[in-house]
């Protein structure tokens, strides 16, 4: 199926607005599909689509931030969490640089990049009852006391990494 140049057009403006093929598809009365082979068949159809689609994709970002901005800057009373959750989703998937940028701590054999590193603390109380306590080769016992200096428990702090495998 041929579309037309009214068609086209408004596909073009929707897909600027919103920055997605089904909204240009939508407001043209046509498939998602037809905008496809449109695109196949016209060369400057398809630079023209894919520029839309650039410009609404800033445009989507820009409107993200200028939420996260309002929220910052003019807190309502009552904070819509799922609006600012989707305004910071939005704006990380479509302004580059948005999240910053990962650094690298340090490196562990085998390829592994360290994200954090957090010394995790396990309490062992002292009563009667058997605790099974984690095993782990670093780790650090301190007694807690009370204010006349009875013993109350243990704490074990074993450290924990957390990482991520960057070479498979």
């Given at each position: ?34 905008l496809?082979?449109e695109m196949r ?6 630079k ?7 410009e609404g ?12 901005k ?13 609006v600012l ?12 640089g948005?999240?910053?940028?990962t650094t ?8 592994v990049?360290?994200?954090t ?11 009667n ?9 670093k780790?650090?016992?301190?007694e ?20 991520e495998?960057?070479?498979?």
């Open positions: 199926m041929r579309i037309n140049a009214d068609q086209k057009e408004t596909a073009i403006e929707a897909i600027r607005i919103h920055g997605i093929m089904k909204a240009g598809a939508e407001a043209a009365g046509v498939s998602v599909r037809t496809n082979e068949r016209s060369a400057i159809f398809k023209r689509v894919l520029e839309a689609r650039e994709k800033r445009n989507v970002a820009d409107n993200a931030i200028e939420r996260i309002e929220y910052a800057f003019n807190p309502p009373a009552k904070t819509d969490r799922n959750t989707a305004a910071i989703v939005l704006a990380n998937a479509y302004e580059p948005f999240r910053g940028t690298v701590q340090g490196r562990i054999d085998h390829g990049r360290i994200i590193a957090v010394p995790r603390p396990n309490y062992e109380l002292l009563d009852s058997p605790k099974k306590m984690l095993q782990s080769g780790e650090r016992k301190v807690i006391r009370d204010e006349k200096g009875n013993l109350i428990a243990v704490q074990t702090v074993e450290e924990a990494i957390e990482g495998i960057i070479n498979e």
